[in-house]
């Protein structure tokens, strides 16, 4: 079987997984999306669970070719599904834990030290330790928003730019990085919106600084060191934020 299938086939299997997670966290977050719901929430959930497995495997197949065009490696996911030894790179795994510490750091702090101050529904809401959150943040943070945003737009707009310019230099890269981030950030406005009943200019300068600011660093490990560091990373995102932040700030 082609190594990309395989890829994209064990990719999609994670995110067919987490998306038993998501509606139930969801609902969590935001009860009042229980009344929107016009089936039963089994059925919403395997609904959700087949729509991820049909889209990440979609886009992971078309974001191995593009991370092929694009420079940008995938050795663990090639090796891993080829049965080969793989080494980790030290400097990687070490960047990836101070990126998850750092990007989980911020989150939880800038909530906690600034916007609670400004946005009354963050004061009267405090987070709380969920397992619930945590494995979602894990398995669908980690992976399936990893295969989206880095491995099939950041590569896109790598594969394009390079295109356009006929060249690869390292501010093509950083476009990427910085564009895909955008695009991730601007994607949680309709769930923000759902949050906090709208939109204010805070509101929007929060998400896109809390939502995007990861997307720098993960960006940068894929670039450097792999995809499976950017996926790391993430999922240390929140399993910082979960087992260390909130608990130490809350």
């Given at each position: 079987?082609?190594?990309?299938?395989?890829?994209?086939?064990?990719?999609?299997?994670?995110?067919?997984?987490?998306?038993?997670?998501?509606?139930?966290?969801?609902?969590?977050?935001?009860?009042?999306?229980?009344?929107?719901?016009?089936?039963?929430?089994?059925?919403?959930?395997?609904?959700?669970?087949?729509?991820?497995?049909?889209?990440?495997?979609?886009?992971?197949?078309?974001?191995?070719?593009?991370?092929?065009?694009?420079?940008?490696?995938?050795?663990?996911?090639?090796?891993?599904?080829?049965?080969?030894?793989?080494?980790?790179?030290?400097?990687?795994?070490?960047?990836?834990?101070?990126?998850?510490?750092?990007?989980?750091?911020?989150?939880?702090?800038?909530?906690?030290?600034?916007?609670?101050?400004?946005?009354?529904?963050?004061?009267?809401?405090?987070?709380?330790?969920?397992?619930?959150?945590?494995?979602?943040?894990?398995?669908?943070?980690?992976?399936?928003?990893?295969?989206?945003?880095?491995?099939f737009l950041m590569s896109a707009f790598v594969v394009i730019l390079a295109?356009?310019?006929?060249?690869?230099?390292?501010?093509?890269?950083?476009?990427?990085?910085?564009?895909?981030?955008?695009?991730?950030?601007?994607?949680?406005?309709?769930?923000?919106?759902?949050?906090?009943?709208?939109?204010?200019?805070?509101?929007?300068?929060?998400?896109?600084?809390?939502?995007?600011?990861?997307?720098?660093?993960?960006?940068?490990?894929?670039?450097?060191?792999?995809?499976?560091?950017?996926?790391?990373?993430?999922?240390?995102?929140?399993?910082?934020?979960?087992?260390?932040?909130?608990?130490?700030?809350?």
């Amino acid at each position: 079987m082609n190594t990309d299938l395989r890829i994209s086939l064990l990719l999609a299997a994670i995110s067919f997984s987490a998306g038993f997670l998501i509606v139930p966290y969801q609902l969590q977050l935001m009860p009042e999306v229980r009344e929107m719901l016009t089936i039963s929430v089994p059925v919403a959930t395997l609904l959700s669970s087949v729509q991820l497995f049909i889209l990440s495997f979609i886009l992971a197949f078309a974001g191995c070719k593009l991370a092929r065009r694009a420079e940008l490696p995938l050795p663990f996911f090639r090796s891993l599904v080829s049965r080969k030894a793989f080494q980790f790179d030290q400097r990687g795994v070490v960047r990836a834990v101070v990126a998850g510490l750092l990007t989980a750091f911020l989150i939880i702090a800038s909530d906690r030290f600034y916007f609670a101050d400004h946005i009354p529904h963050l004061q009267s809401n405090p987070p709380e330790f969920s397992v619930l959150a945590l494995l979602a943040g894990v398995l669908y943070g980690g992976f399936v928003e990893e295969v989206m945003l880095r491995l099939f737009l950041m590569s896109a707009f790598v594969v394009i730019l390079a295109i356009l310019f006929k060249k690869k230099p390292a501010t093509l890269y950083w476009t990427a990085i910085i564009l895909a981030s955008l695009v991730f950030a601007a994607g949680h406005l309709p769930a923000t919106i759902t949050l906090f009943g709208g939109l204010t200019p805070l509101i929007i300068f929060r998400s896109f600084l809390l939502n995007g600011i990861g997307g720098l660093f993960f960006g940068y490990l894929f670039w450097k060191h792999g995809f499976i560091y950017a996926v790391i990373a993430h999922m240390l995102t929140h399993i910082f934020m979960q087992l260390v932040f909130i608990p130490a700030f809350y």
